[in-house]
């Protein structure tokens, strides 16, 4: 199980960073202890830190994803936010690609 766990979590860290070609590799994302999507693709994410270049606080323009360790199956990329870290951050325009 923690192979399989491993595993998954590399491959999860990959295809983010393929998601945007625009930062050669890398694309912005946070890491949240939760994350909610509604159908409509809002998202609301709570307890997060922000990665590669995503911006701690304020809005957030481009695409950018977002994805928990405690939710496994959840990689979600969205169009735009609003980020307070480490508390929240909200976006719009999201889709799940897991």
Known sequence: MKI?????SFAL???????SPAHAGST???????????????LEGTYCHENDGAPARGAVKGPFAVW????????????????DAPSRITAS?????F
């Open 68 to 83: 928990s360790p405690f939710q496994l199956t959840r990689i979600i990329v969205c169009r735009s936010g609003q980020a």
């Open 4 to 8: 399989t766990v491993a595993t998954l």
């Open 13 to 19: 860290f990959a295809l983010v960073g393929l998601a």
């Open 93 to 97: 325009g999201c889709h799940r690609l």
């Open 28 to 42: 912005p994302a946070y890491v949240c202890m939760v994350v909610n999507l509604a159908e409509d693709g809002t």
